[in-house]
C-alpha cells in the first residue's frame, strides 16, 4: 500500500495531485456506480437495488449491483462527502491490494513454513503484480479478485488437513460473491495449486482423492450458497446487448517474455509481472538441489501450463466463463501471478545456495535477450531489470552467507525490504507515467465545479415521477446519470439490456461498443417520447453547459383505443425511416419527410452513386479537400432539419453548419443531427465527407414542425393521468374512471416487467417503439407495473436450500465433537 501511494504521489496522479487522474478518472464507468450506491445507502435517488430509474431510461440493477458493487470496500463510499466520492474509489483499490498481500502471506506460510517478512515481501509482488497496475485498478470490482485468491488456498489448504469444511465453504462464499467473475478464476488457478499439493502428498492415494473430493464439495456448497448472484447475473448476461465480437490473434514469445519484466505497458502478451525478487527466484527454482526433483517438476510444470493456458483460445475461453473477453483477452494472467509468487517461496524458503541464484540470473538474462525487442521493454522494465536485478541478487546472496547470524539476517532483511518498497513504486511509477502519456488515456471530467454545477442544476429541476431530467450529450462520464442523478439515456455496462439498446437506437439516440453504451437524445421529439422535461446541453462557459427547459408529456401517456403497437403496424418496419417511429411512438405527425435528391447521381470516378435499394446512398471516401456528396431537399420554410446518419464516418455540411460523424457499423451509432432551420426559399442542402466508402439511408432527412409538436405534447399532458407514482421498482398510473385506449409507460419493456390494471392479474406488457404499453380494456382508472428481476426467484430458492444444508452440517459437526459437560466437582480440581 505504501509503494503503491507513494508512485501515485509521485506521478502526481489522484488523490495525491490533479495533473493525471490514471486510477479514478470519472470517464471509468465505475465511479457513477459508486456514487448511485451512495445514494442508495443515504436514500438520496430514485429506485432501488432491483432497478434504476436513473440510467437508458429505466434499466434493471441487481446485476450491476452483484457484479460492480460487490467488492465489501465499495461500501466505504457511504461514509464519504457525495462530491469526494472518488476517494473511496480510489480507497478500494488500496485496501484490496493491502488485505491481498496480507492474506498470500498467510497462504504461502501453509504451502511451507518459513520467515513471515520474506514471505510478505513476496505477497507484495503478488499485490502489485502487472495484472493489478495494468488491467485490475480501473476495476474496483476485480480487485476482489486479488482477495479471493489467498483465500481460496487457505480454504483448499484446510481441506488437505479434512478440517473446517463449513468455514471453506463460507470461505468461497465470499469471493464469489464479491466478484464472481475474477473468482471463477480464483477458483481455477488454486483448485490446481491443491491439485499439485495433493500429488505431492505421500498419504494413501484414496486418501488424496478424499481430500479432492472435499475440496470439490466445499467449492460446490460456497457457490451455491450465493446462487442469486450467479442466477441473476447469468440471466441478464443472456438478455444484455450481444457484446462486439473479438478476434483472438494469439502472443508471440518475445512479448511474452517481456512481460515477465515489472515497469511496462505494452499488451500483446498476459500481464504477469511480479517483479525482480520473484522472477530470480522462480529462475533459481529449477536449480535449487534442497527441492525434490518431483516436486520441482510438479511446480514448474503447473507454472508452464498455466502460462501456456493463457495464450490458447480454448483455455482463454475456459478461463473468462466460455467467453472471450471485449478487449484484453488476458485477464486471467492474474492466476499465474498467484503461481509465480509461490514457486517464488517454494525457492527462498529452502535458502537457495549462490550457485543456484546465478543460474537463475542466467536464465533471467536469456529471457531478457528473447524479449529485447518487444515493445514492451521500454526504459522503465530495462532500468528496473539492470538496477533490480543485481541488488536483489546480492540481497539474496548475503542472505544465505549469514543466515547463521540472526542479526545479519534480520539487518538484510531491512535491506530486502527497502529494496522492494522502492521497486513496487518505481514499477507502478513507470507503468503509470507510461499510461498518462498515451492520448486515448486522458481523462474526461474529474468530479469538480463544473460536475457539482451539474449535479445541482439537475437536483433542482427534478420532478420525477411526473417527468424526467436528462444530463444530455455532455458526457461528465461514461455513466452521466447516476454520477449526476438525473434520469437520462446514457448507460454503460455489460449488462444493457438488448431491449433497451435496440429501443433508443430505434427511436434515433446514439450508442457505443455495439450498443453496450447507449447514449441520450439529441432533437426534441426524442425527449417529448420519454418525458424530458429539463435537460443539460454543451456550451462555452465557465461550466461547459447550459440547463434547458421544455414542455413534457407525463412518463405514463395514453394513446386511443386500436393504436398501433409493435408487430400490427406498417411503421414499425425494419425500413422505415426513424422519423416515422418517432411519430407512431409519439402518437401525431410531426415531421415532414422530403426527398432527398443526389446531384449528379450518375457515375462518379467509375463507381455509381445511384440510389441503391434496401441499402440507401452510395459514398466513396473522400480524397484529401474532396468535394464530398451533395444532397438537396425541400421542406417548408421555418422547419427544423435533422439528419438521420447512424452509421456515417466523416463530416456533414448544411445550413451553416459542420458536423464531424464518427460511426462505424455496428460498433458506432451517431444519433439525430439538428442541421438547423430551414431558410425561406426551403431549399436544404446538405454536403457529406465521407471518411470511408459506405452507405446512407435513403430518406435520412426530417423537418420538424415545432407547432405540431408542441400540440401533440400538450395533447398528451391533457389526456394523460391525473397522477403517476414510482416505486423503486414499479410505476403506477391514475387516470380518470373508466378511461379507455392504451397506456405507454415510457420505459423500455425489459424482461421482468409485469403490469396490472385496476389490480387485475399482471401480465407481461406489450410494446410500442419498445416501450411498455398496457391495455386498458373495457375501461379502467389505474395501471400498476412491477419489475421483476429475472432468475432471483430461483438463485434465492437456492441459495436458501445450501444455507440449510451448511447449517445442518455444522450443527451435525458440534453434536459429534462436543464434549461431555464437566462436574463442578471436576472443574474445581
Known amino acids: 500500500m505504501g509503494a503503491y501511494c507513494l508512485a501515485m504521489a509521485v506521478q502526481g496522479t489522484y488523490p495525491f495531485g490533479g495533473r493525471s487522474r490514471a486510477v479514478n478518472d470519472l470517464g471509468n464507468q465505475f465511479v457513477p456506480f459508486h456514487a448511485r450506491l451512495r445514494d442508495l445507502m443515504h436514500g438520496d435517488t430514485s429506485g432501488d437495488l432491483l432497478f434504476n430509474w436513473a440510467s437508458g431510461f429505466g434499466t434493471p440493477f441487481l446485476a450491476d449491483f452483484f457484479t460492480y458493487l460487490m467488492n465489501p470496500f465499495s461500501w466505504l463510499v457511504g461514509v464519504f462527502p457525495r462530491d469526494a466520492v472518488e476517494f473511496p474509489v480510489f480507497l478500494v483499490t488500496l485496501f484490496s491490494v493491502g488485505l491481498a498481500a496480507g492474506l498470500m502471506t498467510v497462504f504461502l506460510g501453509r504451502l511451507h513454513p518459513g520467515s513471515p517478512w520474506l514471505r510478505a515481501l513476496l505477497s507484495v509482488g503478488f499485490g502489485l503484480s502487472a495484472w493489478m497496475i495494468s488491467d485490475g485498478f480501473s476495476d474496483p470490482m476485480w480487485m476482489w ?39 471463477a478464476m480464483a477458483t481455477i488457478g488454486m483448485a490446481l495449486v491443491l491439485l499439485v499439493r495433493v500429488l505431492l502428498d505421500e498419504r494413501p492415494a484414496a486418501e488424496r482423492v478424499r481430500v479432492l473430493a472435499r475440496g470439490a464439495s466445499m467449492t460446490v456448497a460456497g457457490v451455491l450458497l450465493v446462487a442469486p448472484v450467479l442466477t441473476v447475473s447469468l440471466k441478464a448476461s443472456k438478455l444484455s446487448q450481444p457484446a462486439p465480437e473479438v478476434v483472438y490473434k494469439g502472443s508471440a514469445f518475445s512479448d511474452y517474455a517481456a512481460h515477465l519484466f515489472p515497469g511496462g505497458l505494452a499488451g500483446g502478451a498476459p500481464r504477469v509481472s511480479v517483479g525482480m525478487l520473484a522472477l530470480l527466484l522462480v529462475a533459481a527454482y529449477a536449480f535449487i538441489g534442497r527441492v525434490p526433483l518431483r516436486e520441482r517438476v510438479a511446480w514448474l510444470g503447473l507454472t508452464v501450463a498455466v502460462a501456456a493456458s493463457l495464450v490458447w483460445q480454448p483455455t482463454i475461453l475456459l478461463w473468462h466463463g466460455l467467453a472471450m473477453p471485449n478487449g484484453n483477452p488476458y485477464r486471467a494472467s492474474i492466476a499465474l501471478t498467484a503461481v509465480l509468487v509461490c514457486v517464488a517461496w517454494l525457492a527462498l524458503a529452502r535458502r537457495p545456495r549462490p550457485k543456484e541464484l546465478l543460474r537463475g540470473a542466467a536464465l533471467v538474462l536469456v529471457l531478457a535477450v528473447c524479449a529485447s525487442g518487444a515493445k514492451y521493454m521500454s526504459a522503465g522494465p530495462w532500468i528496473l531489470a539492470v538496477v533490480g536485478g543485481p541488488v536483489f541478487l546480492a540481497l539474496l546472496v548475503l542472505l544465505h552467507r549469514h543466515r547463521a547470524d540472526r542479526r545479519a539476517r534480520a539487518w538484510l532483511t531491512v535491506a530486502l525490504a527497502g529494496a522492494v518498497l522502492l521497486s513496487s513504486a518505481a514499477t507502478v511509477f513507470s507503468t503509470t507515467r507510461l499510461r498518462d502519456a498515451q492520448e486515448w488515456w486522458t481523462p474526461k471530467r474529474t468530479y469538480d465545479a463544473e460536475t457539482r454545477a451539474a449535479y445541482a442544476r439537475l437536483k433542482a429541476a427534478d420532478e420525477w415521477p411526473a417527468s424526467r431530467t436528462e444530463t444530455g450529450p455532455n458526457g461528465f462520464a461514461a455513466n452521466d446519470p447516476m454520477l449526476l442523478a438525473g434520469q437520462g439515456g446514457r448507460y454503460y455496462s455489460s449488462y444493457l439490456p438488448a431491449v433497451t439498446a435496440e429501443t433508443l437506437h430505434g427511436l434515433g439516440a446514439g450508442w457505443f461498443i455495439q450498443g453496450r453504451h447507449t447514449n441520450s437524445f439529441n432533437d426534441p421529439v426524442g425527449r417529448a417520447i420519454m418525458g424530458v422535461s429539463s435537460y ?17 408529456p407525463p412518463v405514463v401517456t395514453l394513446r386511443p383505443p386500436g393504436a398501433p403497437l409493435d408487430g400490427t403496424a406498417p411503421d414499425a418496419t425494419p425500413d422505415a425511416t426513424v422519423f416515422a417511429r418517432q411519430e407512431r411512438v409519439l402518437g ?104 470511408r466508402g459506405q452507405f446512407i439511408p435513403s430518406n435520412p432527412l426530417g423537418c420538424l414542425d415545432r407547432a405540431a409538436l408542441d400540440r401533440a405534447v400538450q395533447h398528451l399532458r391533457a389526456t394523460g393521468p391525473e397522477h403517476v407514482e414510482a416505486g423503486g421498482h414499479g410505476i403506477s398510473a391514475v387516470f380518470a374512471p373508466g378511461t379507455k385506449g392504451t397506456a405507454i409507460v415510457s420505459v423500455p419493456a425489459a424482461t421482468g416487467w409485469r403490469c396490472s390494471v385496476d389490480g387485475g392479474q399482471a401480465r407481461a406488457p406489450r410494446t410500442l417503439g419498445g416501450l411498455m404499453a398496457v391495455d386498458l380494456g373495457d375501461g379502467a382508472s389505474r395501471v400498476s407495473c412491477s419489475f421483476h428481476t429475472p432468475g432471483l426467484r430461483l438463485g434465492l430458492a437456492v441459495g436458501a436450500a445450501t444455507a440449510a444444508l451448511l447449517l445442518a ?4 459437526h458440534a453434536l459429534r465433537t462436543r464434549t461431555p459437560r464437566s462436574t463442578p466437582r471436576s472443574r474445581r480440581s
Open 145 to 183: 479478485g486479488l482477495v479471493a485468491f489467498p483465500v481460496l488456498g487457505i480454504a483448499y489448504d484446510w481441506c488437505l488437513d479434512r478440517r473446517h469444511w463449513v468455514l471453506g465453504a463460507l470461505a468461497v462464499s465470499v469471493c464469489w460473491a464479491g466478484n464472481f467473475y475474477t473468482a
Open 588 to 691: 401525431a405527425r410531426v415531421y415532414e419527410v422530403p426527398a432527398f435528391v443526389r446531384a449528379g447521381a450518375i457515375t462518379q470516378g467509375g463507381a455509381d452513386t445511384a440510389l441503391v435499394p434496401g441499402r440507401g446512398w452510395p459514398l466513396k471516401a473522400d480524397r484529401p479537400r474532396g468535394a464530398g456528396a451533395t444532397f438537396t431537399a425541400a421542406c417548408a420554410p421555418g422547419t427544423e432539419a435533422y439528419l438521420h446518419v447512424p452509421w456515417l464516418a466523416g463530416k456533414v455540411q448544411a445550413l451553416g453548419r459542420t458536423v464531424k460523424t464518427g460511426g462505424k457499423e455496428p460498433m458506432t451509432s451517431v444519433p439525430l443531427i439538428p442541421l438547423g432551420t430551414v431558410p425561406a426559399d426551403g431549399r436544404v442542402t446538405v454536403k457529406i465527407h465521407s471518411s
Open 809 to 812: 452440517v455444522a450443527v451435525g
Open 536 to 552: 443539460l446541453v454543451p456550451a462555452p462557459g465557465p461550466t461547459g453547459f447550459v440547463q434547458r427547459t421544455a414542455v413534457a
